[in-house]
């Protein structure tokens, strides 16, 4: 079993939907908690990190950490074409970081 | 991508050569990373470093080597190269606490 699981998509949705993106993880230890997103071709981005359970909020983007049931979800409110990327969930403790899979999201006009 | 440069880009090499791979941070921070990424698996911690010849093993380092031998360049070298090495391979630095870390632009390698 993967330390973090992550459907693979791909997720296709209308702009300006609201998109949700989400991750499980098993390993309890986690406190940190981060979403990057990767354009082709291109390093993954950091775009929220969030440490322990609760919600963060930035622009069109909220972050929640459910540590009860080890899920981790990203939401975007008013997609747009250019947030088609893939969106990696990462789980971090103690030198240790561990990356889902990824989810191929695209944006159609 | 936090100042954060890699070499070659792309590379194309045969089975059992010696390869190595370069990352270079502009900024002197601590800890700095090489990951793998590969379908399915997303990225895989192959080493880390948190300073000068101070490194430490990640999820998936055997066949791989890595040298640090000043702050801001970290070597990743494949001692002989296997077509399981093939992969996307991405250097990383922690700006502030290792938690957030931020990657370079990537690497690809190809062995055939």
Known sequence: QKEVEQDPGPLSVPEGAIVSLNCTYSNSAFQYFMWYRQYSRKGPELLMYTYSSGNKEDGRFTAQVDKSSKYISLFIRDSQPSDSATYLCASYNNNDMRFGAGTRLTVKP | ?112
């Open chain 2, 1 to 112: 991508d936090a100042g954060i440069t890699q070499s070659p880009r792309h590379k194309v090499t045969e089975t059992g050569t010696p390869v190595t791979l370069r990352c270079h941070q502009t900024e002197n921070h601590r800890y700095m990373y090489w990951y793998r990424q590969d379908p399915g698996h997303g990225l895989r911690l192959i080493h880390y470093s948190y300073g000068v010849k101070d490194t430490d093993k990640g999820e998936v380092s055997d066949g791989y080597s890595v040298s640090r031998s000043k702050t801001e360049d970290f070597l990743l070298t494949l001692e002989s190269a296997t077509s399981s090495q093939t992969s996307v391979y991405f250097c990383a630095i922690s700006v502030m606490e290792q938690e957030t870390q931020y990657f370079g632009p990537g690497t690809r390698l190809l062995v055939l």
